[in-house]
């Protein structure tokens, strides 16, 4: 037992002196490759680099900026509006009218749209944002651009009636007494009545039922 114990420590170190001695040659052998890599490495680092490589570089960034050129827009040029003479703001219900007048031909337009056409040509509603202008008889001497907002169209011509009267006095103050008269300059302080609980709208009842 202690002779076969032996032969197997021999053997074992036998291997592991062959393995050093492989090993000992394989870095003897990274040694000698070494400096020819960096010979290789720094001869073709001294070349210059193709012209076949460089061509789709070129292509590319031509490409890009052909690309660039298309995305590019010109500015628009841009309607030069003239100043507002008079300016007034107008409310009724939970409608708001913000009115600029401009020396023009008696144009009125709300939301960049004709005012027959914004009113559906509703004669009521009609009359009612003239009125202003008739009262006062400027009517044809001056264009009448309104942002209109919130509410619906019968509370927005009367929201549009008051700032119109509003933008007047602003221009003219001569003119408030005949717009007061007319009852122009007054706010309609009208608003919905709140539902109330246990009936169907503000006032109206459920329907009842007897039997």
Do not use: C, W
């Amino acid at each position: 037992m202690a002779k076969e114990s032996k032969e197997k420590v021999k053997k074992a170190a036998t291997k592991v002196l062959k393995a050093a001695g492989k090993k000992k040659e394989i870095k003897e052998a990274k040694k000698k490759i070494a400096p020819e890599r960096t010979e290789v490495h720094e001869a073709a680092a001294s070349h210059a680099p193709s012209p076949v490589r460089a061509e789709p570089q070129v292509k590319v960034e031509q490409a890009a900026a052909a690309k660039v050129e298309k995305v590019v827009h010109k500015p628009k040029a841009q309607k030069l509006r003239p100043e507002a003479l008079s300016f007034g703001t107008g409310r009724r219900k939970t409608a708001i009218a913000k009115v600029k007048l401009f020396s023009g031909s008696g144009e009125i337009s709300i939301n960049r749209t004709p005012l027959s056409q914004y009113v559906s040509g509703r004669q009521l509603l009609l009359i009612q944002v003239n009125k202003p202008l008739k009262v006062v008889d400027v009517v044809g001497r001056y264009d009448v651009l309104v942002k209109a907002s919130g509410g619906g169209i019968a509370s927005q011509a009367g929201a549009v009636s008051l700032g119109i009267a509003r933008a007047l006095i602003r221009l003219n103050p001569e003119l408030k007494p005949k717009l007061k008269a007319e009852g122009l300059l007054t706010r309609d302080s009208r608003m919905k009545e709140r539902k109330k609980y246990g009936r169907k709208k503000a006032r109206k009842r459920f329907q009842y039922s007897k039997r």
